[in-house]
């Protein structure tokens, strides 16, 4: 088991320089989409938007970027929650925090999570949650 999970982190090591182009791939990709939206993102674009932030969501995570992979994963729920609709400030402030937390040895820990919490509060603030 122990050289099986040695291994596995071998593998990862050996992933993150690529993983991390990919991420910075996907973060270019999002920006780049979310300039061309001028009021509500059609269908398409919304479905890439939510693809390539779910994308950035497993990648963070897996990489040890926790901030960036929550608020990416915010930012797909602020998509689904505001469809048909599109709200440009709490879109802007989800892309701005994930750029800032694209490199995350420059934001203390404590700084991720009161970001990621303020994401959370936005998307209610644009979307509250219904109840069941």
């Keep these: 088991m122990s050289e099986a ?49 779910c994308s950035l969501a497993a990648l963070g995570g897996m990489f040890q970027r926790d901030g960036l992979s929550k608020a990416a994963h915010s930012f797909c729920r602020l998509i689904d929650a505001t469809e048909p609709g599109w709200d440009d400030a709490a879109v802007a402030v989800h892309l701005n925090t994930m750029r800032l937390l694209f490199t995350p040895e ?19 603030c644009v979307a509250p949650p219904t109840p069941d």
């Design 5 to 53: 999970c040695s291994r596995a982190d071998l593998h990862l090591e050996m992933m993150r320089e690529r993983s991390a182009g990919v991420m910075e791939d996907c973060m270019m990709a999002i920006a780049a989409l979310q300039a061309e939206v001028d009021h509500a993102p059609t269908p398409g674009v919304r479905a890439e938007l939510h693809r390539l932030s």
């Design 106 to 124: 420059r934001v203390p820990a404590e700084v991720q999570a009161s970001l990621v919490e303020g994401l959370v509060q936005v998307r209610r």
